[in-house]
């Protein structure tokens, strides 16, 4: 069955340094996504990807973010200078289409800033 | 801007016994999805079941249904026949429902209920 699958599964990094995590999506899929789970609160919606560029993005998703579809197949999340707070995991997600409401999750990757 | 609250933090089960969780949201969409997730410990989240907000009918996967009340905002998912491997969070979450591009899809959650299936 198709997956959603992300790398790192767990990075640490000290704060100030840059941190990409990539995604595989599902590969007919046209909608990508990331989600952000500070450990012990709730999913939270970062950015939402269309058509090679931004759809939406939430408070959350400042400068220090960014997201590119380089190859066509990975998804890429880039944080420019970490923060402790930043620590987290991050999940990517794909959908097929427009009409289709069901998002695909990949098995996260989590973020530990020292 | 919409909202979706889960008032159970955790909940227990014994094994082959049913269980509701409760959600509730607030949007002033009349378009939309509603979505069960699970997270086990493995953390993937998984989709347990869907709900489109036009459909009267309960949505229902095996084990799994819904009782959607439009009206009052709630959506409960119940597990009838509980087994082990339903021991996970379980999260509660609204999509709205829109044909513009991929503006539609962001996923608003709720903070999600423990639930343990005891033997």
């Known amino acids: 069955e198709p997956e959603v699958t992300q790398t790192p599964s767990h990075q640490v990094t000290q704060m100030g340094q840059e941190v990409i995590l990539r995604c595989v999506p599902i590969?007919?899929?046209?909608?990508f996504y990331w989600y952000r789970q500070i450990l012990g609160q709730k999913v939270e919606f970062l950015v939402s990807f269309y058509n090679n560029e931004i759809s939406e993005k939430s408070e959350i998703f400042d400068d220090q973010f960014s997201v590119e579809r380089p190859d066509g197949s990975n998804f890429t999340l880039k944080i420019r200078s970490t923060k402790l707070e930043d620590s987290a995991m991050y999940f990517c997600?794909?959908?097929?289409?427009?009409?289709?409401?069901?998002?695909?999750f990949g098995e996260g990757s989590r973020l530990t800033v020292l | 801007a919409q909202t979706v609250t889960q008032s159970q933090p955790e909940m227990s089960v014994q094994e082959a016994e049913t269980v509701t969780l409760s959600c509730t949201y607030d949007t002033s969409e009349s378009n939309y999805y509603l979505f069960w997730y699970k997270q086990p410990p493995s953390r993937q989240m998984i989709l347990v079941i869907r709900q489109e907000a036009y459909k009267q009918q309960n949505a229902t996967e095996n084990r799994f249904s819904v009782n959607f009340q439009k009206a009052a905002k709630s959506f409960s998912l119940k597990i009838s026949d509980s087994q082990l491997g339903d021991t996970a969070m379980y999260f509660c979450?609204?999509?709205?429902?829109?044909?513009?591009?991929?503006?539609?899809?962001?996923?608003?959650f709720g903070k999600g209920t423990k639930l343990s299936v005891k033997p």
């Open positions: 979450a609204f999509m709205k429902h829109g044909i513009r591009g991929g503006s539609q899809g962001n996923l608003i």
């Open positions: 997600a794909s959908k097929a289409g427009v009409l289709t409401g069901e998002l695909f």
């Open positions: 590969s007919n899929h046209l909608y």
